[in-house]
């Protein structure tokens, strides 16, 4: 019979790893032993990455332009304070699942809360997707979908937008049926688009398939319609809310997912423990306390972006894809995408988005809509930039 090794014990020293050098500037191993170790299907991905420089006007990301009030602050960072900082937070925060449910009309039952909605993203596709499990979503869309439905093994199916960006549901549903895919994501509005569901386009894909849908309302506080009353017709619907947008909340990372009770309590297993830190607990509470303040703020962007897209649309050069969220895809016509995005930067202080490095996004930018002082100096800057040639010399 033979004898199972020994394991190593402090009594039985392991040997030492050779080290040639110690010195921060020494040359590293070879990677290749490690990376054999990744599944090929996630070196296949592409990161998400993305470079942010520093700018005088920052509208890259569809951040919120104002930050919370400093008496807004000042309350969460008491009430953080007050908490016992040696003790993990809430493992399942009740009272705020409570205050979330009855600001969006839905159950606690049915809230997951997540560090930002990204992380629920996450947790709703590692519950659900299998080996080659098919996850379907429009193109072009929120870029992490293809990432984490690849890193977790599925397939990701894009079905395109219309020609100007639009929705075609039919499309959807048809790919749903061909690759009997088990998720639906759609984001709405979506990014990097802008566009919006129609009216009924969720109730239609859950009539005329059996998938789940999981629909990512991060920018819906802006405009388009809302999955949230469809909770109560079916439980194959997911959908996800974050308060990076519209309450301005981006660097505290907060989001929830609202489903059935019994499919919430599935995605809660998709999640880590104590996921959401206390401090940004407490901000979750302030903000629910002063929804007024937020969702006047909201209305300020809304009226913003509405006064600068007719103004945006009448610059030669460029064409305004309609846009329901705080921020708006142009397509540049009469300059490459790349030579406008340098210029806003270098010469104006701007940072857009160049999304135009994909074939579908082709010469394409996207803006954040800022403050109207931003705006009016979006406009002052591509009017320069796509003026004749006649007119600037």
Known sequence: MSRQPTPATPSTPLRPIARESTGPGD?????????????????????????????????????????LPPDLKRAVLDRAAAAPWQRYPEFVPVHLAERLAAHYGWVPEGVVVGNGSNELIQATL??????DDAVVAPSPTFSLYRLLTGVLGGRYVPVPLGS????????????????????????????????????????????????????????????????????????????LRTFSKAMGMAGLRFGMALAHPEVARELAKGK????????????????????????????????TRDRFLPRLARLPGLEVIPTAANFVLIRCRARPASQVFRRLYDDHGIL?????????????????????????????????????ESEVR
């Not at 032993?33 to 569809?62: C, D, F, H, I």
Request: charged share 25%; with cysteine.
């Open 164 to 239: 100007r960006f639009e929705y075609d549901v039919d499309r959807i549903v048809e790919a749903v049926a061909r690759e009997r895919a088990k998720v639906v994501v759609l984001n709405s509005p979506n990014n990097p688009t802008g566009s919006a569901l129609p009216e009924g386009a969720v109730e239609r894909i859950l009539a005329e398939t059996g998938a789940l849908v999981v629909c990512d309302e991060a920018y819906q506080d802006f405009g388009g319609p809302t999955a949230i009353p469809l909770l109560r017709r079916s439980s194959r619907v997911v959908v």
């Open 27 to 67: 040359a590293l191993p070879d990677g290749a032993e490690g990376l054999a170790s990744v599944k090929p299907g996630v070196r296949a991905q592409a990161a998400y990455a993305l470079r942010a420089p520093v700018a005088r006007r920052k509208l890259n990301q569809n951040e919120c332009p104002h930050d």
């Open 272 to 303: 880590l423990p104590y996921n959401v830190n206390l401090v940004t607990l407490a901000a979750a509470e302030v903000a629910l306390e002063n929804a007024e303040t937020f969702a006047a703020r909201t209305r300020e962007i809304v009226e």
């Open 352 to 388: 857009v988005r160049d999304v135009s490095n994909t074939s579908d996004l082709a010469e394409c930018l996207r803006i954040s809509i800022g403050t109207e002082d931003d705006m009016d100096a979006v406009l002052g800057a591509l009017g320069q930039i796509f003026a004749p």
């Open 126 to 131: 590692a519950v659900v997707l299998a080996q």
